[in-house]
C-alpha cells in the first residue's frame, strides 16, 4: 500500500483509506506499508488492524522519528533506506495500492509500474483514485499512449479503481 504521510485537505481521503483498510482485512488481505502511524498510512493501518487483519510495516531508520513508527503493526522491519524499503515492500506484497499520497507514494507507485512494464513482476499495480485524486496523472497516461511512449500491450498494466468494491474485483480478477 503506498499512500500519504499526511491525511490531505478533503476528509473523504481519510475516510476511504480506513474504509479500503477494512475492506482488505474482511476479505482476508493483509497489507504492507511504510510502517507510519500518522496520516493516510495510519488509517489504512488502524482500519486493518481493528478488522482483525494483519499489517506489516517498512520503514527506514532515518523516518523513525518524523514519521512516527505505528506500534501495533502485526509486524515492523526497520531497514537501512528507502530504496531498501520499496525493495523489501516489493519482496513482500502481492499486490501494489496507490491511495493519494505526494511525491514518496508517485515515486513508489512508478517504480513499481515500471517494473511491471518490464517483466520484473506481474503483481497488480492499482490506482485508487478517490475523488477523482488520479484524474491528472490517467489524462497523463493517456497522452503517453496517443504518444507511443506506453504500449498498447501495456495500456492492462494501468488498473484503476474508484471505490473499495473495485479494487477487491481488480485483485480478484488478478488470481
Not at 495510519?42 to 522519528?65: C, R, S
Not at 478517490?130 to 499512449?145: E, H, I, P, R, T
Request: a negative charge; charged letters at 20%; one cysteine or more.
Amino acid at each position: 500500500m503506498y499512500c500519504g504521510s499526511g491525511l490531505g485537505i478533503s476528509t473523504i481521503f481519510a475516510e476511504k483509506a480506513a474504509e479500503l483498510g477494512t475492506v482488505l482485512a474482511q476479505n482476508s488481505h493483509g497489507v504492507v506499508y511504510g510502517g507510519s502511524k500518522t496520516g493516510l498510512m495510519g488509517k489504512v493501518a488502524d482500519a486493518v488492524l481493528e478488522a482483525g487483519g494483519e499489517v506489516i510495516g517498512v520503514m527506514p531508520t532515518h523516518l523513525q522519528k518524523r514519521e512516527i513508527a505505528h506500534a501495533s503493526l502485526t509486524e515492523i522491519h526497520f531497514v537501512e533506506s528507502m530504496h531498501v524499503r520499496k525493495a523489501k515492500m516489493v519482496e513482500l506484497a502481492d499486490a501494489f495500492i496507490a491511495l493519494p499520497g505526494g511525491g514518496g507514494t508517485m515515486d513508489e507507485y512508478f517504480e513499481v509500474f515500471t517494473w511491471a512494464q518490464i517483466g520484473l513482476h506481474e503483481k497488480p499495480v492499482i490506482l485508487y483514485n478517490v475523488n477523482g485524486f488520479y484524474d491528472a496523472l490517467l489524462q497523463l497516461f493517456k497522452k503517453m499512449l496517443e504518444e507511443g511512449f506506453i504500449r498498447t500491450e501495456q495500456k492492462a498494466l494501468i488498473r484503476v479503481a474508484t471505490t473499495s468494491e473495485e479494487v477487491l474485483h481488480l485483485l480478484k480478477e488478478h488470481k
